[in-house]
């Protein structure tokens, strides 16, 4: 019978000596990616580094290219913002996620960040995924905004294929007929894809709901199911952010979130113990 | 300018004496309907009855009259099923939930049942509404497979409308392009209702992923986003069902549901009065 | 092997000697049902129902009972709405159609309409399908506004099971991410109900658009892909229609868009005898 | 205010002589780019270029780089398959449309095809837009599959700003909860993008049904509602080709479809021509 990689791809510990991606994988607690939509400016992304790191973040997160809907909106520094993201990835020793689009952009890249991110629009783009998948980075795959689970794990099969094994997957929300909210997250592919693959698996509630009011809620809910991690976007001035501004949040809210997250892993990682003793004295 | 009835809703506790319309709105434990999709015979119910009371269960849902996509499906014992959800809550003490699809079926449940359940496929039943509306009985209204979450606020309207104020909500999944799971259930409305009304809101992993080994984790997801209970298909013999047996739990595992979802409502509660604290301490 | 109903069912025409019946079966002229979204006045029904007769319309609709998703929306006239119907259709001879929303206006209705409208919203109704099956009047069923084909062919087995074997199946539009028209019509499902069955099918392009300009070009697609006829709001005055404003469209629009479906129906039922005889030939 | 390039990009007749260029935007004869989904070999190409061209298709499609959800299945012959195309065309006088999926493949194409094809999957990829849009080629571009029609023009957007104003949309159905169809094709955006932009509009019945059965109805559809053409995946012997074997059509059903069409746009063009004399002789 034919095995896709992905069934039983056990990234190995003792290859990968990187903290951020033992952290990936929760044991307790949970990861944090934390950082503004864009990359605005050098003072911008060291000055939010510092406030997310102090609030608990583990990862830095910030888009040196940025997709847009529009050619008309603000598409990013380029370069230079990889640069600023080293800089303040330095400064403050969190490991570093950016987005890439194009294999010139994967080039650019490599010296700068720690995570390629795969963003939602490109994770059918298959050229992409092999440029990735040979590299030795990690790779943050975001699911595209239509795409199923097993769409997912077969994205993901492309970058296994190319020999990288460093595979992070995120839930960003889908889109459905509903209004109210700018995507609907699909908090259930957490347990689901966690059933067929042992990637870590990372939830975007900014994204996923597109209100900062939800934000919170949905982050208790993603740590609850399951996940490994979460990923909000975080600016010094919410409601100045040159983009995505009704979904960013303050580094005041998301210390909150954490200290919430954290309890919550706590508690579930106690639950989970006792069910493993439950199991073991009813033998 | 217009306010509807659902924004400013506060149903009196001191009106209701009902304890269980009280411990529907969460204090700190939430509440569990649990119970069978179709009530099949009086001993079947009388059974799984008192296992789910004795797993932690607060509520015993079955059904007498089942909405069937195809006419050729069970449909139901009709009122001899409300009776035996009757005679099941007088041996348990659990209060009882039962769907109604017409205002016959209405009259018939209202000697047996305590919570009138309004299904999916009838929450743009406008006639429907009204006549739970003009009962006494709490109304369980879920959300419609395809509604948004305004058009379920403007459903319970109706019910206000004729003067019955105890309504509560349901999220139970709603349909998507994503096959993998039954439907896709949509945590975000949970914080998203709670922002325009004041109304109890339930969510039900069952239908909400129609897959059995998905439902701890999102029951667990659904307290931590702030849900005030959960409903739970639960058949002491799950693969032998008469119907939904693919989503269906067994008593054991009720029991681990409920001991997780309070130890996340303890340790949410705990992080809600630490906020608080925080707060006053700041001024 | 177990056969619904649906699959084999053949209306018989020496048994329904009504005009309007065999013509909803096209042969080469389209059936075309017209008039307003409310019956809003006595002289207002009367004056549409004569202009769209003379634009060429087959049958007169109007609701009398309009299920509204917010209860503070018109509501329709009710029973008086039903009397004024039936003075139009006597003064046009046009046959007409109007909505049922519970088995009470089902009673209402049965001496003043010739045709039972099933709305979107109450296509899962099952206890009313099964109601307006007990009647002798042909029922025009709406597709659920996220029904599967399956699910529609399902909900007029509830209706045949009943002993009325006229059902007439409506395509108006389903729920979708897009939000630039108010439903996504889905012509692709006539012909895959006319693989399935043999009812006739009609495709109302005012509310699987929601904008007025669209509705002609949609009206040809409609008849080019095979529907049997075309359901179309239409209002002396459209801009000023107590409901659905903005699909309404005018009697001098629907004669033009009578003539092109007129037109197509001839060229491609030329083509199709053109089809016939090369196969007779090539034997 | 701002005024995007879309809105009132006319494309010089006469700076662009190609035939196939000025049929795009139809006039009477609608446009048939018909072809397999992949060049399987230099024979099986040659043999079905000749066939549709005899069927009376304008343009050849034809796979050589294939976009597929899982890596292992076959994703085309690469640059070969340029050249075998190439080879059909010169051969038949058809014009050559073939997908590229990177900046690398775009200048592998470049000497080969006459027609640049952005898959449904790389709508947004916002890099291989601009790529496209430095070339001389007309660009096919399809829809994402669960693109906005708002979406749609904004993707043009991207070619136009490089400077290639011949683009063409095409509809290929969008994403929905429907499992009878491949996809649902959403005809409505065909008059809803004319009223926005004066690009030819394709409709692609093959992916948008998935259904070989179904896509002479909806081919039809498509012309009626005033597609400038179809495009359809044609084999010489479907049930055995290689990818996409449910939708693919043989060069006999081909015939039989641009019959109808051709048909129905005589026909509309005349119901128009009758219309514009009628409103001169109101005047």
């Known amino acids: 019978m034919f095995v896709p990689l992905v069934s039983n791809?056990?990234?190995?510990?003792?290859?990968?000596?990187?903290?951020?991606?033992?952290?990936?994988?929760?044991?307790?607690?949970?990861?944090?990616?934390?950082?503004?939509?864009?990359?605005?400016?050098?003072?911008?992304?060291?000055?939010?580094?510092?406030?997310?790191?102090?609030?608990?973040?583990?990862?830095?997160?910030g888009g040196a290219f940025k997709p847009r809907t529009s050619p008309y909106d603000f598409c990013g520094l380029g370069e230079d913002g990889f640069k600023f993201l080293k800089r303040a990835s330095e400064e403050t020793g969190l490991p570093?996620?950016?987005?890439?689009?194009?294999?010139?952009?994967?080039?650019?890249?490599?010296?700068?960040?720690?995570?390629?991110?795969?963003?939602?629009?490109?994770?059918?783009?298959y050229e992409l995924l092999k440029e990735v998948g040979k590299t030795d980075k990690v790779v943050l795959l975001k699911r595209g905004m239509s795409a199923t689970v097993g769409e997912l794990l077969q994205a993901a099969e492309y970058i296994l294929l190319e020999g990288n094994d460093r595979v992070v997957l995120c839930e960003r929300g889908i889109r459905t007929y509903e209004t109210g909210t700018r995507n609907t997250l699909d908090l259930s592919c957490v347990p689901a894809l966690q059933s067929k693959c042992d990637f870590p698996i990372i939830v975007d509630p900014s994204h996923g709901t597109g209100r900062s009011e939800l934000i919170r809620s949905m982050s208790r809910a993603s740590i609850a199911c399951g996940a490994d991690g979460i990923m909000l976007e975080t600016h010094c001035d919410p409601k100045n952010s040159v983009s995505d501004a009704a979904q960013a949040i303050s580094p005041a809210q998301l210390r909150q979130i954490i200290l919430d997250i954290n309890a919550i892993a706590e508690t579930l990682a106690a639950r989970d113990t006792d069910d493993e003793k439950n199991l073991v004295e009813a033998r």
């Open 9 to 61: 791809s056990h990234p190995d510990a003792h290859r990968y000596k990187d903290q951020f991606w033992l952290q990936l994988k929760r044991k307790v607690k949970p990861a944090v990616i934390a950082g503004p939509c864009s990359v605005e400016s050098e003072q911008q992304i060291l000055q939010i580094a510092h406030e997310v790191k102090h609030a608990g973040a583990t990862m830095l997160r």
């Open 96 to 125: 570093v996620v950016s987005e890439v689009m194009s294999a010139a952009q994967v080039e650019l890249a490599l010296p700068y960040v720690d995570v390629l991110q795969i963003g939602t629009r490109n994770m059918h783009n």
